[in-house]
C-alpha cells in the first residue's frame, strides 16, 4: 500500500464525534466459503453495486475525508493518483473477506503494524469509517438499506479494532520505519538496479518478504520491494528495482538514486517464506525482478544446511531481462540440490509458467512465484494443474490478501 490502508466513509448522518465507529472486541465468526454469513452477502452486494463507478466512489470518499477531516489530508502523498486505489481498494477488499477470520486477522495485524509509518493513529479511524459509509450508501443506494449499514459498520469495526491492535502491539518492540542509506546502487540494464543499502538500525525480516520503501524525491509515496537476500550478518539489504513507465519510485531510485542517499523502509511484511521444518522440494518461478526473492530463499535454504531439491525457473520476455542468471548460476554451481532453467518468451515462445509443464513430477513439492499479477495468476494455475495443491503454494498476494485454503 501506498498510504494508509484504513478507508472509510460516512452516509451523511451526524455521527462525527459520537463515538459511532468506536471499535468493539468481538471475535468473527468463521464460516464455510459455501454457506457466507448475512453480513458477507450484504457486504458483497453493495461492492457488486458499485464495481461500474469504482473511480467516481474512491474520487467521492477523498473528497469526504478531506473537506470533512482536512488534518488528515498531510498523511498522504501531494499527487494522490499514485495511491488512490490501492487505499480504497484495501478495505474493500477486507471487507469482502470478512468471513475468513485467519487469513484476513492476518492480512489486518500486517496492515496495522505498516500503517505506523504513515503517522496513522488509532484516533484516525472512526473517520475514515465514516467517509467509507457515506461513500458506499450514496453510490450503492439501490441495495442499501439499514442492514446493509449494519453490515458495514460491523465490518468495519472488526477490521479498524484488528489493525489498531496490531499497531499497538508493535509499538512496543519496533520504529514505524527505518531509515536505510544506499550504499550501492548497480545498474544492471537500462532500467533496473540493483541497490544495497545498510539501516540505521537492525532490520528484522525473513527471506521471501519484502517492505515497503520511499524516497526523498517524493515523499509519502510509498513502494513495495522484496529482499533480493537472505538476511545478512553485516545487515545490508538488497532490492532489484525495474523502472516502470511512470513509476515515480522506480524511475528514482534507477536513475537517480546514489550511495550516500538516505530512504525509509516500513516494517517486513510477507509469508511467503520457507518452512524449515521439512524437507520438501521447492519449485520456484521468479518472472523479471520477481527472481530476487527466489534467490533469497535458494539463501535461506542453503543457510539452513538441508540438502532438499530447489528447482528454480526464471523467466523474462528477452535475454536481458535475465540480469541476474549469472548470480543464479553460480548458486547452482555451489549447491548440488540446486536447478536453475532460463525462459525466455521471445526465444522459446512460451511463457514461464507453461515451462515446467516439461519438467517434473512435482506433486511432491512446495510452489513459490513471484513476479508480474499475470505471471502470478497463470503460474498458480500451472503449479496446480501440475498435482501442487493449493495449502502448498506461496505467493504474495495479488490484491494483498490470500483467502484461506
Same mark, same amino acid.
Given at each position: ?69 482536512? $488534518? ?24 469482502? @473477506? ?16 505498516? @500503517? ?32 446493509? $449499514?449494519?453490515?458495514?459498520?460491523? +465490518? ?23 531509515? +536505510? ?42 513502494? @513495495?520491494?522484496?529482499?533480493?537476500? +537472505? ?31 538516505? /530512504? ?46 530447489? $528447482?528454480?525457473?526464471?523467466? +523474462? ?31 522459446? @515462445? ?40 493449493? $495449502?502448498? /503454494? ?12
Amino acid at each position: 500500500m501506498d498510504a494508509p490502508t484504513a478507508t472509510s466513509a460516512d452516509n451523511g448522518s451526524p455521527r462525527s464525534g459520537s463515538g459511532w465507529f468506536a471499535p468493539e472486541r468481538k471475535p468473527v465468526t468463521e464460516r464455510g466459503a459455501a454457506e457466507p454469513s448475512p453480513d458477507a452477502r450484504l457486504v458483497r452486494r453493495t461492492l457488486a453495486e458499485i464495481a461500474p463507478r469504482a473511480d467516481t466512489v474512491t474520487s467521492y470518499f477523498y473528497a469526504l475525508l478531506f473537506v470533512r477531516h482536512p $488534518e488528515l489530508r498531510p498523511l498522504f502523498p501531494v499527487a494522490m493518483d499514485a495511491q488512490r486505489d490501492r487505499l480504497f481498494k484495501a478495505l474493500l477488499t477486507a471487507a469482502e @473477506h470478512i468471513d475468513d477470520t485467519e487469513a484476513l486477522t492476518a492480512y489486518l495485524r500486517q496492515l496495522g503494524r505498516d @500503517h505506523r509509518k504513515y503517522g496513522t493513529r488509532a484516533e484516525h479511524y472512526p473517520a475514515l469509517g465514516e467517509c467509507l459509509i457515506d461513500a458506499l450508501s450514496r453510490h450503492a443506494a439501490d441495495v442499501w438499506n439499514a442492514d446493509t $449499514e449494519a453490515a458495514w459498520v460491523r +465490518a468495519y469495526t472488526t477490521i479498524s479494532q484488528t489493525m489498531i491492535d496490531a499497531a499497538a502491539a508493535d509499538a512496543s518492540r519496533a520504529p514505524s520505519c527505518w531509515h +536505510a542509506e544506499i550504499v550501492l546502487h548497480e545498474l544492471r540494464t537500462s532500467d533496473v538496479a540493483v541497490i544495497t543499502v545498510r539501516p540505521d538500525q537492525p532490520y528484522p525480516f525473513l527471506a521471501g518478504q519484502y517492505t515497503s520503501l520511499e524516497t526523498p524525491w517524493w515523499p509519502r509515496v510509498w513502494r @513495495h520491494y522484496s529482499f533480493a537476500s +537472505a538476511p545478512r550478518s553485516d545487515g545490508l539489504l538488497s532490492f532489484h528495482v525495474k523502472a516502470v513507465p511512470a513509476g515515480w519510485v522506480s524511475n528514482a531510485l534507477v536513475h537517480r538514486a546514489r550511495p550516500g542517499d538516505i /530512504i525509509r523502509l516500513g516494517p517486513a511484511v510477507g509469508s511467503m517464506t520457507v518452512d524449515h521444518t521439512t524437507d520438501t522440494g521447492l519449485l520456484c518461478l521468479g518472472g523479471g525482478t520477481g527472481i530476487a526473492p527466489i534467490k533469497a530463499l535458494v539463501e535461506d535454504v542453503a543457510e539452513h544446511g538441508v540438502r532438499r531439491p530447489v $528447482e528454480v525457473f526464471y523467466g +523474462a520476455r528477452t535475454e536481458p531481462g535475465l540480469y541476474d542468471i549469472d548470480t543464479m548460476l553460480r548458486l547452482r554451481r555451489d549447491h548440488p540440490w540446486l536447478s536453475v532453467r532460463a525462459v525466455v518468451d521471445r526465444q522459446t @515462445h512460451r511463457r514461464l509458467p507453461d515451462a515446467i509443464r516439461e519438467y517434473g513430477p512435482w506433486n511432491g513439492y512446495d510452489a513459490y512465484l513471484s513476479g508480474p499479477p499475470g505471471m502470478v495468476r497463470k503460474g498458480v494455475d500451472a503449479v496446480r494443474n501440475a498435482g501442487i495443491s493449493l $495449502e502448498r /503454494i506461496r505467493h504474495d498476494a495479488v490484491d494483498g490478501l490470500v483467502p484461506r485454503r
